[in-house]
């Protein structure tokens, strides 16, 4: 038992070595704690940024779409979290020293939006080999499967067959498989950027706070709160647009309606408008 509880803290002290650098106990220092309440209030926050999103779509998913789209980018984030640990793990811990806010600056900027665009061209490319396959239904976003079911005809007193169109899980499943596996490998991609440029960018870093230096709490709350809600709400509004369905004029009525609801009508409209 010693032995586990002695392994994970030198993981840990690792971790936050190379995330934060020698100096993490005198200025980023997060509590095992605050650390949860940071992770919990960042996660509420982009929860929140993914329900107005679709508040403010046209046409607007269904709901039960709007969560298979939304429990990919939740549970990618799990993944990439551990794969923070376990990465810190593999590589070198002579990383460069620098202070922690500007260490963990340089990381939120680099996995929100080098890391985004990673993530879009190698879900592209999948997309492609797809295409090439002709497994259009694997694509992201596209949750459907049709189904062929006996119907009793009672005028003619024989069983005839009807396609019906319903939602596949099974798809959604590999889907949330291959994007969390595309997570993965851009966190690999970034970490190696990170070792190999971690001097340049972390002196860059340090010259943007430079001017708050004597003043730590503000610099904390800026880096470690203001910051990652801003750039993870960005982040997960333009990964929710590449993973989504993509409506088209042109889509079969049947398919519209299984993704998206329906649209009012002008009629509709002008019945709740207020009488003058």
């Known amino acids: 038992e010693m032995c586990i509880r002695d392994r994970n803290y030198s993981v840990s002290a690792k971790y936050k070595t190379l995330m934060f650098g020698d100096d993490v106990e005198k200025v980023c220092s997060l509590t095992d704690i605050w650390s949860y309440v940071v992770q919990f209030f960042l996660g509420v926050t982009c929860f929140s940024v993914l329900l107005y999103k679709r508040y403010k779509e046209h046409p607007r998913r269904h709901l039960k779409i709007w969560a298979l789209d939304s429990s990919k980018q939740l549970a990618s984030a799990f993944v990439a979290h551990v794969a923070n640990v376990v990465l810190a793990i593999i590589l070198t ?139 993870n709400s960005i982040q997960f509004w333009v990964q929710d647009n590449f993973l989504k369905h993509k409506h088209k004029e042109n889509e079969d009525p049947k398919l519209q309606e299984l993704y998206f609801e329906k649209e009012p009508t002008n009629d509709e409209h002008s019945l709740h408008q207020p009488l003058n």
């Open 93 to 231: 811990l002579g990383a460069s020293k620098a202070d922690a806010c500007s260490w963990y600056f340089v990381n939120i900027m680099c996995d929100t939006t080098i890391g985004v665009v990673i993530c879009y061209y190698l879900l592209k490319l999948f997309h492609v080999l797809c295409s090439s396959c002709k497994l259009e239904h694997l694509k992201s976003g596209n949750y459907i499967k049709v189904i062929s079911e006996e119907i009793e005809d009672t005028e003619n007193g024989a069983n005839k067959q009807q396609s019906k169109i319903v939602i596949s899980y099974s798809t959604w499943a590999f889907q949330l498989l291959i994007w969390n596996g595309i997570v993965l490998t851009s966190k690999f991609i970034l970490y190696i950027v990170l070792a190999i440029s971690a001097d340049i960018l972390v002196m860059v870093s340090n010259f943007i706070f430079e001017a708050l230096n004597d003043l730590p709490v503000i610099k904390l709350i800026i880096v470690m709160m203001i910051i990652p809600i801003i750039m």
